[in-house]
DNA sequence: TTGTATGCGTTATCAA
DNA sequence: TTGATAACGCATACAA
């Protein structure tokens, strides 16, 4: 492997025969360079292999043109999808996105939001709000904005840019319960340190108190999002007394699990047992039957929380929250019950 | 807003009532730093909410354990379970990852890779082997050691960990082959400055040549990596005449799509039209029919990645590639013509 | 239009 | 064990 070396400013300005000051303007202002001397310079960076350490200049220059991400866990095509779409945002307004994922561990995640800034990340995408204090006082401190997404809360010093997890789930329960479900299951994720789960968990708890459904009619599974624990998880929902008709789940993955695992132990669909989603992934429209769930516009959500990072880190304001509205999506796992 | 100084060595060595050089042993080497003044540090670091400049860091300390790779996109359940286990094995070594994305556009891809050297990643993870040679150079003349993933190629420069493309879908094909099809259609991804997608059509015309198979036999549609792309590919392919018994597609993503479109034309799968997958993601044995496709290891490939790049950029040697095995896992959407 | 000189925040060498 | 100080590579105010 060849020398490890990089060639600098230096050695470009030595190559090209000007000073230092001239290279660098002829990289960050062309406009202010003779048109024989850029070319100089041009053809000494080319053949260097010249590219700027982007730690000296973010020193010499306060400023990196950079925005950090830190999401629970790449494998996953929720947070790929509204990703995606964040990045193509950030990219047309000449930023870089730098991500990290944090495994759903918090500790991981606070690391990895000090590296992003010690990295010089101008402004922050989180996902939820469950954090430590320091954590956010931390970023206050240094002045970096951030937003929240894949959440909503209305009275809150922090920006959010998502949804009422809470309300989207607690309209699906309604409708269920409307159709004369009183026995339920919910396959859920896994609640500590991840407000989004929990505040499904809640949503639905609110509709079961509105219709009056008793708590041992209502039964809960945590396990992490993944088709395997979900088939599990509805085996031993399946063996509560008296058993579910009905099983709202914390997102489609975890419906499709259920779906899959009821179908392998001779159970219909939604004859025998309903089974609801939450997200509208592409896999939930794939499966048969198709997932009655809730639809989050995900793209959507990432464009705009990139949209108003930019603005905060321009203005140097706090915007303000945006909420988003997911919807029923109705497709054919929910029925009435024994229908 | 707060004020946007953040603090630095010297606040919290001015705080502490120390040097900046003891502000800076009690953080990368505490051993060497007396108890109590480590204490006074640290508190005077948890006061200011200090952490240190990364950029600064790099500068004065010449490495950076980081890191990077560019992926086609982060929307892809393919690359995100390959990049999550390679982030998990990164981090499990004390590095950082930087991840990017480059929306399948070479010049942004060249872009990224310039971004990830000038943010000091001592090491970076590449897709595939299509981009110009230029950034081959530019990687070699800094010395930075990359791995090509998703691909492999046995008598090449580069260092590959991944599969042989070709050979994979080609044993795919000679099966399909083998049940007595004849007339073959096939859903590729798009090509053009896609090493993968080329192989995986190149592999499917090598087995067809095996057979004999006369070129008016088999019809291609290139087209995104799309669900509904996929649909509308397959009505195309079910109108050419002769009208083929079996369509390979090129990932699964399009297998599924394809599958979808085909019951929605109230065709059978196997029955009336067979169809294979290739990548074996989660969806693919969702469906109905599972898919029959190639199975690939990519969370063993984002490991083996890792470690071959901590290996290269720890020994300052180019590590020799790594060939893994895909291997067909047959589920039920492909059966003998007209059966 | 170009060059000189200074500082950015950190680490590391050397003395004390 | 601690402190002073010289790099590190770049951008920029100021001079020429």
Redesign the interface.
């Known amino acids: 492997?060849?020398?490890?070396s990089?060639p600098t400013l230096e050695d470009v300005a030595r190559e090209a025969q000007v000073s230092t000051a001239t290279v660098s303007r002829s990289l960050n202002s062309p406009d202010n360079v003779a048109a024989k001397t850029l070319e100089r310079v041009q053809a000494a960076v080319q053949k260097l292999?010249y590219?700027?350490?982007?730690?000296?200049?973010?020193?010499a220059a306060k400023r990196t043109n950079t925005i950090g991400a830190v999401i629970p866990?790449?494998?996953?095509?929720i947070f790929?999808?509204g990703?995606?779409a964040f990045?193509?945002t950030i990219?047309r307004n000449g930023s870089?996105?730098?991500?990290?994922?944090s495994?759903y561990l918090r500790e991981?995640e606070e690391e990895q939001i000090?590296?992003l800034?010690?990295?010089?990340a101008d402004a922050i995408l989180l996902i939820g709000e469950d954090r430590s204090e320091e954590i956010y006082?931390?970023l206050?401190?240094?002045?970096i904005?951030y937003v929240l997404a894949w959440n909503y809360r209305p009275n809150s010093s922090h920006c959010f840019v998502g949804f009422d997890n809470r309300a989207a789930i607690k309209n699906l329960a309604r409708k269920v319960l409307d159709l004369g479900h009183v026995t339920i299951g919910m396959i859920a994720g896994l609640t500590q340190e991840n407000d989004r789960a929990r505040d499904r968990v809640l949503g639905v708890r609110e509709a079961l108190a509105e219709y009056n459904i008793p708590g041992e009619n209502f039964h809960v599974i945590e396990t992490s999002y993944d088709?395997t624990n979900a088939g599990d998880a509805l085996e031993l929902l399946l063996e509560k007394k008296p058993k579910p008709t009905a099983i709202i789940c914390g997102n489609d993955i975890l419906a499709?699990g259920a779906v899959?695992q009821a179908k392998a132990l001779g159970l219909r669909v939604p004859e025998d047992i309903s089974i609801t989603g939450f997200d509208d992934i592409?896999?939930s429209s794939?499966?048969?039957p198709p997932l009655t769930t809730v639809h989050i516009p995900h793209r959507k959500m990432g464009k705009i929380a990139a949209e108003c990072l930019l603005a905060m880190r321009k203005n140097?304001?706090?915007s303000k929250s945006i909420k988003l509205n997911p919807f029923i999506v109705e497709r054919g796992s929910l029925s009435k019950p024994g229908e």
């Open positions: 492997m060849p020398n490890h990089l292999g590219s700027p350490n982007f730690g000296a200049r973010a020193l866990t790449m494998e996953n095509a790929a999808r990703l995606q990045q193509e990219s870089t996105l730098l991500v990290a994922s495994s991981l000090r590296n800034v010690a990295r010089g006082e931390f206050k401190k240094r002045g904005p088709f499709v899959k592409e896999v794939i499966i048969e140097q304001v706090l």
